[in-house]
């Protein structure tokens, strides 16, 4: 057996296999190292007269998982991968890929050009890209048509999600399946030899297959996709790109793939949805040192929506729970709350009937704060009152173990002064989840003024267990992501009483991009409910119609869809009308301000929507409640709606650029005051 080792590619002669192994820790990405090493075990073992089939493997945890991020933004060197695959599939020697753990973008494109595919039966491939704004750029969307078929092609690529291999069975993907335990690099050998001591080894081009004929509507295909993609201008490319696909040769079908590839790579969106990458991936990183505890047991207080949903996240991740309530009744509700989150879980095939009934053996259930006294953890989710919060922390400091953490759900309230009433105030910091927490995938971790380092490390932690995005914040009124949101409902209902109709609003916020309209969402969870937690508060003198439109609405007993009106009304199954009502009672409270009322274009609601955020953000990161600018747009992304393609606040702030943003908000500054409009610090967006 001969070595010889070409940067991280190793080419291996056995017998009369040649191998090619890629060992490129962690996960094997296509890094111009690895790239030209596939290439030249292929000129080597190519012309070797000894070599009879030539397999791809890689060492590590997975097989080839897609592009080297060390090289994202960098200018691409040769060999480019479309190169790569071509000189594997051209090859006049067999070539083999070996699959295992994620084969994913790249990845899979070097698999989909090897003439022989075999895998591991836990192997997972799939072609992302467009979650990247991108489309696969390396034949991914002409050979995987030939291979599983123009319908399920289409799905996978503008999807952009995994796929098990044994999903893929049917489809002729996968020459030879191993079961999860083999020794897959043995199993691959024995299975090449076999085809090959059998005669039945030969070079099957995938690029020289047709595509099959389809009776896809593609129009209908293609409003569909565009429909899901809710803007996102890729997985409509990848549609259009496929579709060429089945009138042209491979290399012609390559060469539209290349040019859809270059100009989305150049495009904004995909910048942005790279940006979010990148941002999400910093975001868990801290200045904590300390080695965070184990926390195995849970204790949840509150029963309620919130306090069942951390509960059912909690459950989900393999915690003990202890749940809290004053009541029997109240326990009683708030079990089937998690029974009812669990079992959609179940319907979603997301869970096993197995696995639900040992979610369900894990949670115990007291009115007793003593049934605590084993918690590594506790979480208080009770309603927004400070006296009250205050008495239960009081409680938990007298049950607990010392080493015990004591974390707040609050959105809004001074985590120093719940803090006060603890003998050791190191030990309690927030960890305000956000709803339905079992779903939500944001996880504010807020550092009180005496947090210790071991509290915050230990929630940064659990928060990864639960597969949250964590973000570590400082206290202030709503830490990061609420006070960003108070200043924007702000503008939202000063637009409201300056003359935009509630319609107009949410549609011009949805088309632009969000996930849904801010008044349709403060409906959705309660106007009330935030004016309780702003009523805490001094209402400012400096901005008298600051929030007025839904202290109105509450006034007037419109406190959302539970009460069948808000800012819309609500019919017996829950779909929402506009109402002349609401707009009334806005144009009444308008003209007792003396707000002259107006018309708005969609383009300045937007504007000052997001005007507002970009303004708050910077506050926040000049006063240190966030650790880094881009965790602004991580809070937004994922606690918010915010759309993923638009890249966050401060990115939109990045793309303005600094001089267009100043001038933007000094035309506020100078419309209405700048208390309202305040001067922030713009230097960053040169960064």
Known sequence: ???????????IEKNSLGIIEIDYAPVNALSQGVRQGIVDGIEKFE??????AIIIRCKSRTFIAGADIKEFGKPPTEPFLPDVVNRIENCNTPVIASLFGTSLGGGFEVALACHYRVALESAKVGLPEVNL?????????QRLP???GVGKALEMVTNGKHYRVNELSSTGLIDKLFPVDADLDEATESYVEE????GQLVVKRVGEKSVETSDIDWDQEISNIKRKARGKDAPVVAAEVIRKSLENSIENGMKFEREAFLKLRESEQSAALRYAFAIERAAGKTDLTTVPLEVNNV???GAGNMGSGIATAFLTSGFQVQLIEQTAEALAAGMERIEKNLSSNVKRGRMSQSQFEECLSRVHISTEYESLSGSD?????IFENIDIKKS???????VTREDCILATNTSYLDINEIASVVNDPPRVIGMHFFSPANIMKLLEVVRAEKSSELALATAMSVGKKLGKMSVLVGVCFGFAGNRMYTRYGREIQQMLLEGASIEQIDKAMTNWGMAMGPLAVQDLSGIDIGHNARSAQPFPEHDPGYFRAAATMVENGRLGRKTGMGFYRYDEEGKKYADEAAESLIRTKATELGIQLRTFEDEEIVDRAILALISEGLALFKEGIVQRISDIDVIWLHGYGFPRHKGGPIFQAKQMGKLLVEQKLDALRDKESARIWPQVELSILNS
């Not at 704004?133 to 969307?141: D, K, N, R, S, V």
């Not at 953890?377 to 989710?381: C, D, K, N, P, S």
């Open 377 to 381: 953890l506790v979480i208080e989710a």
């Open 146 to 148: 030939r291979v599983v």
């Open 47 to 52: 012309a070797s007269g000894e070599i009879k």
């Open 195 to 198: 085809l090959i001591s059998s």
């Open 299 to 301: 204790g949840v207080i």
């Open 1 to 11: 057996m001969a070595n010889s080792e070409i940067n991280s590619v190793n080419l």
């Open 133 to 141: 704004g991108l489309i696969p750029g390396a034949g991914g969307t």
């Open 392 to 398: 239960v922390f009081s409680k938990l400091d007298s």
